[in-house]
């Protein structure tokens, strides 16, 4: 093996690797290049004459704030991990892993450099018109393929075992379920947003709400989920989409993966202009009807549980996944507007008064999924009531 205890990568020492790896020929000159645009791990961009490669290396810390947050190198082997099984369920939509080191703690994968960050595109106006399939299928493939209906119970234990992945979920509980309803250090809002922000502290019912929710998050063990399924962990084009990030992997609820990527559509409508958002209510029924097809395909195919038959069985559980989806759609729109990780979509609106109201728009109409999902059971009634509240 190259070397087995951890160091960080530079470009000079990511190029020697992969040429060690025998991912390249030896004779073959290489450009290296820190390409990551993320929040807590270096992506090195490496090309050769012909072929080229991605090296993902965790930190010890997360790189957007430094050395004083120091975060588990684990994370690596749970995203290599996870990106294997999401392969094998649903390889078109997989980056291809060709080499992993837990100790290292990279994964080495390939290159979608031809493909575009979805979050980037939508806000430069692409539509994608394939991204709600191929997320739906992929959703309903990975989760169906690692849950209770697919595995015996104890494979799917084992399997759940491996990845409870508790510093990243720590994560998730502060800064999705907790932090914004509080007067927390790591909130992050503008001074004008205070009003609005002071009255969501104050407004126990939203509280007990997000309380239920992050409940379900703390115990649900449906399915191996992504766990970060924001349209920034999305690469696409015209015709192709790649799911990427997978380091928060854990075992929660169905409805999670889903319910980020509709809020993350939601808040990129929120900063179109009115007659460029239909596409983006497109995407949230398809996502949902896909979701919905292929997990039903895949129950009525592979289902050998007892009940799998019993009737209404199926059609309770979808609707139960819905409306808790509808709940963490709510509460990913209120932790991006005012929480620690903000979107691009909403924060990169020049103009004062129409960011502002972008941002009310996303707490008012997030707290209102959050309080009353339990009155949803269709996407088209959802996106009705959100073109009905902007
Ligand atoms: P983080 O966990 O730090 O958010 P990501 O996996 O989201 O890291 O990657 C950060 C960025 O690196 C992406 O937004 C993209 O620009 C680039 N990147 C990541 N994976 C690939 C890949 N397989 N091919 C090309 N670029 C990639
Ligand atoms: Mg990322
Ligand atoms: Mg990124
Ligand atoms: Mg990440």
Same mark, same amino acid.
């Given at each position: 093996m190259f070397m087995s205890s951890y160091q960080s990568l530079t470009i000079d020492s990511a190029a020697a690797l992969v040429k060690k790896l025998g991912l390249f020929d030896e004779s073959e000159s290489l450009t290296s290049n820190e390409i990551g645009d993320g929040n807590l791990n270096y992506v090195f961009h490496i090309k050769g004459t012909d072929n080229s490669v991605i090296v993902k290396q965790a930190l010890p810390y997360a790189k957007v704030v430094g050395e004083s947050w120091p975060l588990t190198l684990e994370r690596a082997d749970i995203e290599n991990r996870a990106l294997r099984i999401q392969g094998t369920f649903s390889p078109h939509y997989t980056p291809k892993v060709y080499y992993s080191d837990k100790d290292l703690a990279i994964t080495i994968m390939e290159d979608l450099s031809h493909l575009e960050i979805a979050r980037t595109g939508l806000i430069n106006g692409q539509d994608y018109p394939h991204i709600a399939r191929h997320t739906g299928e992929f959703i309903a493939r990975t989760l169906y393929g690692t849950s209770d209906f697919a595995l015996g119970p104890q494979e799917k234990k084992k399997l759940q075992h491996t990845f409870s992945n508790p510093e990243l979920c720590d994560i998730t509980e502060g800064l999705? !379920?907790? =932090?914004? !309803? !509080? =007067?927390?250090?790591t909130n992050d809002f503008e001074e004008a947003l205070r009003p609005e922000v002071e009255s969501l502290w104050g407004d126990n019912e939203l509280k007990l709400h997000a309380a239920q929710l992050k409940r379900l998050f703390l115990t649900s063990g449906d399915a191996l989920l992504h766990g970060d399924l924001h349209t920034g962990s999305i690469f696409a084009s015209e015709t192709e989409t790649k799911i990427i990030d997978p380091e928060f992997a854990f075992y929660g609820p169905f409805g999670f993966d889903i319910a980020h990527f509709t809020a993350n559509l939601l808040m990129n409508a929120l900063s179109r202009a009115e007659n460029r958002r239909e596409p983006l209510y497109e995407h949230v029924t398809t996502v949902w009807n896909v979701f919905t097809q292929e997990f039903t395909r895949l129950w009525q195919e592979n289902n050998t549980e007892a009940f799998a038959d019993t009737d209404g069985y199926l059609e309770w559980l979808l609707d139960d996944v819905f409306k808790q989806a509808t709940g963490f759609m709510g509460l990913e729109m209120i932790r991006r507007t005012i929480g620690l990780a903000h979107v691009k979509d909403l924060d990169g609106i020049e103009d004062d008064t129409a960011r502002l109201q972008a941002k009310r728009r996303s707490l008012s109409i997030g707290a209102h999924f959050v309080k009353e999902r339990a009155s949803y059971s269709s996407a088209e009634q959802l996106v009705a009531a959100f073109k009905e509240a902007v």
């Open positions: 999705v !379920f907790t =932090d914004p !309803f !509080f =007067d927390a250090e």
